[in-house]
């Protein structure tokens, strides 16, 4: 089992900046993907970056150039800075944990709420 804890949401002015971060414990494998979805409401839940152990990153298009992604494999926490937010990007944001292997179990924390007032 892993357990992911997730903190830094909160209510921001569009164009601000946030920083959340997650922490996972447990039965950590070295090699891994750590990253983050988020879910508007009534939307469905989106990829929003990972990155690997190995520190290779992917992002949505939507954020690309305004979000980072980072980690500290010693805490085995994982960072997502964001900046220049808008509205669109208000969502509840799920860190996420599963090892590379196909086919391998997800666990996800319990979500940070961000909201961006326009």
């Known amino acids: 089992q892993v357990q992911l804890v997730e903190s830094g949401g909160g209510l921001v002015q569009a164009g601000g900046s946030l920083r959340l971060s997650c922490v996972a414990s447990g039965s950590i494998f070295s090699i891994n993907v750590m990253g983050w979805y988020r879910q508007a409401p009534g939307k469905q839940r989106e990829l929003v970056a990972g990155i690997t152990s190995g520190g290779s990153t992917n992002y949505a298009d939507s954020v690309k150039g305004r979000f980072t992604i980072s980690r500290d494999s010693a805490k085995y926490a994982v960072y997502l800075q964001m900046n220049s937010l808008n509205a669109e990007d208000t969502a509840v944001y799920y860190c996420?944990?599963?090892?590379?292997?196909?086919?391998?179990?997800?666990?996800w924390g319990q979500g940070t709420q961000v909201t961006v007032s326009s």
């Open positions: 996420y944990y599963r090892k590379t292997l196909p086919g391998s179990l997800v666990y």
